[in-house]
């Protein structure tokens, strides 16, 4: 008898869950519109890359065959605009390889991150680098 008590009082436990969860289930249920199979869109800007190495007192951009090497942020930030512009005139977008170079420190890389980001250029960092 003791035990008909015990097997009603676990299935009142496990209904008393399946209620919870069907309650929270149903508060707010929010969908995703996924493409369908024809509403691709294509890219609208091609995408070009550049690499930026970063040492300890300079900044060299390696921008295909071209290498440019300036010592200062301010003058860092005028070459990224230009390069931008430039691409942007030719309808691609420019995303930035950030390589540090062991000799860097992280501030380097820091402030060559926020170059970035005011300049709204794409920035790929390589993780492997740092130390």
């Known amino acids: 008898m003791n035990q008909n008590r015990l097997m009603i009082r676990l299935i009142d436990v496990a209904l008393i869950i399946l209620l919870g969860f069907i309650a929270i ?3 707010k249920t929010e969908y995703i519109d996924l493409p369908g199979p024809g509403d691709a869109e294509p890219p609208r800007m ?3 890359t550049a690499d930026l190495h970063v040492y300890r007192a ?4 390696v921008d295909g065959r071209r290498k440019k090497q300036v010592r ?3 003058s860092l930030e005028q070459v990224l605009q230009k390069t931008k512009t430039t691409y942007r005139q030719k309808g691609a977008k420019l995303v930035m390889n ?5 000799s860097s420190i992280m501030q380097d890389l820091i402030d060559v991150l926020d ?7 794409e920035k790929n960092l390589n993780y492997d680098r740092i130390n």
């Open 25 to 27: 289930s149903r508060l």
């Open 46 to 48: 091609r995408v070009h």
């Open 58 to 61: 300079r900044y060299v951009l």
């Open 72 to 74: 200062d942020l301010e």
């Open 98 to 102: 950030i390589q540090p170079h062991r």
């Open 115 to 121: 170059v970035c980001q005011r300049n709204r250029i």
